[in-house]
């Protein structure tokens, strides 16, 4: 039986993946350590970028913890909800599209 080699052009074309927010949002009971707590060992910020951080929350209202694809970004604000369960806090975690 002969033998047949074909070459195949495929042009494939990547897009960038979307991109989401997430943000943490204030309330009045979660302390500012914990969430200092959670921004360095969920968002691994430095001490000083997590204290930052905490303080745009507590004083706009929320901020952005960090920028990444949708299911990372899921994944991270479900366990800030866990975590803040589990120490019973109602820390707020959100995503949303990055501009």
Request: hydrophobic content about 40%; charged content about 30%; glycine content about 4%.
């Amino acid at each position: 039986m002969p033998k047949f080699e074909e070459e195949f052009e495929t042009a494939l074309e990547l897009d960038e993946p979307r991109m989401f927010r997430v943000l943490l949002h204030n309330d009045d009971y979660t302390s500012m350590d914990f969430v200092v707590e959670i921004l360095t060992g969920i968002f691994h910020k430095t001490p000083e970028e997590a204290v930052q951080i905490m303080l745009q929350v507590h004083e706009k209202g929320k901020a952005v913890c960090g920028i990444y694809s949708f299911e990372i970004a899921q994944t991270k604000a479900e366990q800030v909800k866990q975590l803040a369960k589990k120490n019973e806090f109602p820390l707020l975690a959100t995503i949303e599209e990055d501009a």
